[in-house]
């Protein structure tokens, strides 16, 4: 889809209809300077310069990644006229979209038609809404989320004033079933918040056991699929999909849950701005009851601002992602999930390539589109490794002829040997190893380059003779 002709289709449109309403005189005092706009804007230009390329499968570290043209252009068209999604007045076509949108996400969890829901300004936003409901269904109950849980929701409750539990995770960093039950038993936990997709090495909590027992014990269950959630699409049960057995059906379980909160602008192809909250009792409405003086007065229908804990929220968001899937439908053989399937090949093929690599080991196997890894370094110590993954991101990143982009990850050394080290030298209490998110399907094909790249500079590091020690 080639950018430039549906974005001057679209302004054209936009201006015809602006047109139609009756032509006036712009105020001069809106007047801008061309030769004062074309040199800001060529020194803007020049300092988004700066930026790592993430479009390019070159950049394989954190997720990020630009927008599809379908939500650029969907984006800029309704931009042009500003929507506040904040009420139907604001912007009833975008509205509606939000309203379809949000219908087609909760369906992705097959969660009931009636389903509550909007779009918010990130998955930050959409944990906070889900805590803010935890806290007023159950004012004087903690919640309780895994130490591997996003940093938001420690955070989020703290915001909140409500209580928490950390429970801990096991080895690869699941919430432990046997240390939820334990604290389920010991104190009073009204909510617990499970992760479909971890941000650090993409691991699913096993959420169709946490959901049963939490039912048992009258506990509610909060899913952060803000990372994960996409790949629900790859989930059914027929077929064949990329994904583990246990991956599917513990995503399959996300049905029974009460609240989901995902990121269009991580797998959903959107610009920052679009996170999404959801709710299977449309009953938590009446939490957000509030009476404003100033917006609705044309309909008697649903505003989201009724729903939402953010005012005003931009229309535009909402039609980026309805044109988006308008485009690549959110269905397994074609649309969104092809993108995704490639992304979990790539992360699988990199990790067999690791597993047997001279010079590299592979962290942790990749359970969705992430992968973790580290240099085999000597003398075999956590300072080793740590030190070689450092030099390792820094070397790749800075190779002028053939740069590569990694992330890097601080792991628990007792975790690192257990994994993947056995006879680790414990000699600090942490490793920084690298991480790799291939969120493009771009990386699919690229992952040999990645590879042989990634060992030739670990070649070069493990061979230098002992660096400073502590140069980090
Ligand atoms: C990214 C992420 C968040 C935070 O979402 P933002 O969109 O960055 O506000 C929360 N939880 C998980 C699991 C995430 O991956």
Redesign the pocket.
């Known amino acids: 889809m080639e950018l430039s002709s549906y974005l001057y289709k679209a302004v054209d449109a936009i201006r015809q209809w602006e047109a139609s309403w009756g032509a006036f005189a712009p105020h001069d005092a809106m007047a801008a300077d061309a030769g004062r706009v074309e040199e800001a804007l060529g020194r803007y230009l020049e300092r988004l310069e700066g930026n790592y390329p993430f479009f390019h499968p070159r950049y394989a570290g954190q ?1 990020l990644k630009p927008p599809h043209p379908a939500a650029v252009v969907g984006y800029l068209a309704a931009m042009l006229i500003n929507p506040n999604n904040h009420a139907l007045d604001g912007g009833p076509p975008t509205g509606a979209m939000e309203k379809e949108v949000v219908r087609r996400l909760a369906g992705l969890f097959s969660f009931p038609e009636d389903a509550l829901g909007h779009l918010t ?5 959409a ?1 906070l809404e889900a805590l803010f409901v935890a806290r007023q269904l159950h004012p004087d109950r903690a919640v309780a989320f895994s130490a591997d ?2 940093y ?1 929701h420690a955070r989020m409750c703290d915001v909140l004033g409500l209580a928490t539990v950390e429970v801990e995770a096991d080895g690869e960093g699941r919430m432990r079933l046997d240390r939820l039950e334990e604290a389920i038993e010991t104190r009073e936990v009204g909510t617990v918040v499970v ?1 479909a ?3 650090g090495v993409g691991v699913v909590d096993p959420i169709a056991e946490i959901a049963a027992l939490a039912a048992a014990h009258g506990v509610r269950v909060h899913v ?1 699929a ?3 959630g996409f790949f629900a699409l790859l989930a059914g049960e027929e077929g064949s999909s990329p994904l583990g057995a246990s991956t599917r059906r513990h995503l399959r379980a996300i049905a029974s849950c009460d609240s989901v ?1 995902i ?1 269009p ?2 797998h959903g192809l959107q610009p920052y701005g679009c ?1 999404c909250i959801l709710f299977r009792d449309p009953g938590v409405g009446r939490f957000y009851k509030h009476d404003s003086p100033y917006t609705y007065f044309t309909s008697n229908e649903l505003h989201l601002g009724e729903i939402s804990l953010e005012c005003s929220r931009p229309g535009a968001a909402a039609g980026a992602l309805w044109l988006t899937l308008e485009v690549l439908p959110l269905e397994p053989g074609r649309g969104l999930g092809p993108i995704l399937a490639a992304s979990l090949r790539a992360a699988r093929d990199w990790h067999e390539r690791l597993h047997t690599a001279e010079l590299l080991a592979p962290y942790q196997a990749p359970e969705l589109d992430i992968v973790t890894f580290f240099p085999r370094a000597r003398p075999h110590a956590v300072s080793a490794v740590d030190e070689a993954a450092a030099a390792l991101f820094r070397r790749a990143m800075d190779d002028p002829e053939d740069p590569l982009f990694l992330s890097v990850l601080r792991v628990d050394a007792g975790r690192l040997a257990a994994a993947s080290a056995p006879g680790l030298h414990l000699d600090r209490p942490t490793a920084r190893v690298l991480r790799s998110v291939l969120m493009k399907p771009e990386h699919e094909r690229y992952v040999p380059h990645l590879h042989e790249t990634v060992s030739r500079h670990a070649a070069a590091i493990l061979s230098e003779p002992k660096r400073r020690s502590g140069s980090a």
Request: proline share 0%; glycine share 26%; aromatic share 4%.
């Open positions: 997720m300004g990130g998955g930050t936003m944990n849980a996003h938001t992760t997709g971890t941000t952060d803000a990372y994960g909160a990121d602008h991580k996170g």
